[in-house]
């Protein structure tokens, strides 16, 4: 990213982190992490990896934190490895182990053609423990409560499903481990691909590791390790918001209105588009109706 990053030590500090997801930490244990950090308890994320999973998570701080939804909506890009031959509970690693079934078979012409109807528009099934919520309550916690969780099918779309090397771990005779990359839409379980592949293939799937790498144009070589003690640098408000949206530029009486959040009659370049006002501060996101516009998010 490109810019001055806003200074951190005042109350009024908001802005965007592009966090390094540790190993074995919690989504809301990195948010705790950056409230020690930077002194603040308005902290939150975008776009939840389980405890097993790395890479870019994007914390927004004070103000940006009603920018988070929206940016959970971009697309999304991830590094993984499937163990071919093994099921789990949970489809990935931190599950148990349900079921073994000789994979050393397979090669790699075999596992991408395997591959190649996961590509496209695709109806998917999450994996029963996800975060999706099922009348009020996580299904995760459905599932530890000891209840029988099936989700719909979900349309999603993967852009890019491909296979980049193969191996044995000598360890675990009889399986095969696959090295992926995955574009694809929020909403995608990476997880879900690696059951449904080893499905296809009769021996079962799950994900060993999962490291995304890129959400919209938020990618790692922005990102920060919070495991050290100095305070981190954020991204300003504006700066993150012309990373994501479209922007226009607004005139003080505008930015008056934008401040009540009341409609304007001038046409905008896309849903959502960012409001900046005469001092370069992001004011809200707007969406284009028959008349004008009118405020998804008021942010000044």
Not at 254 to 269: D, M, N, Q, W, Y
Request: glycine content about 10%; hydrophobic content about 40%.
């Amino acid at each position: 990213m490109s810019g001055t990053p806003e200074p951190l030590g005042t109350a009024a500090t908001s802005g965007i982190l592009v966090v390094d997801k540790p190993q074995g930490w919690t989504s809301h244990q990195v948010v705790g992490r950056v409230r020690r950090l930077l002194g603040t308890r308005r902290v939150g994320h975008a776009g939840t990896l389980d405890p097993m999973a790395t890479g870019v998570l994007i914390i927004g701080v004070n103000r940006a934190t009603r920018l988070l939804g929206h940016l959970a909506l971009h697309d999304k890009s991830y590094l993984a490895t499937i163990r071919l031959g093994e099921s789990t509970a949970t489809d990935d690693a931190d599950g148990e182990l349900v079921e073994s079934r000789p994979a050393d078979h397979l090669d790699a012409d075999g596992v991408e053609a395997a591959m190649a109807p996961y590509r496209g528009d695709i109806l998917q099934v999450p994996s029963s423990v996800s975060a999706i919520k099922v009348d009020g309550r996580r299904a995760y916690a459905r599932v530890r409560a000891g209840e029988q969780v099936q989700l719909a099918a979900r349309p999603v779309h993967v852009s890019r499903f491909d296979l980049v090397a193969v191996h044995h771990d000598p360890a675990r005779p009889g399986v095969l481990d696959v090295d992926v990359v995955v574009d694809c839409s929020s909403g995608t379980y990476v997880r879900a691909l690696a059951r449904d592949l080893g499905s296809d293939l009769g021996v079962g799937g799950h994900l060993t590791s999962l490291r995304r790498t890129r959400i919209g144009r938020y990618d790692l070589t922005s990102a920060v390790d919070v495991t050290r003690d100095q305070p981190p640098v954020l991204t300003p408000m504006a700066e993150a918001a012309a990373l994501s949206f479209p922007t226009v530029a607004v005139d003080a009486a505008e930015a008056v209105t934008i401040g009540h959040g009341g409609a304007l009659t001038r046409a905008l370049p896309g849903d959502p588009t960012a409001m900046i006002g005469p001092d370069g501060d992001l004011l809200a996101l707007y969406r284009p109706t028959d008349d004008g516009c009118r405020p998804v998010a008021v942010l000044g």
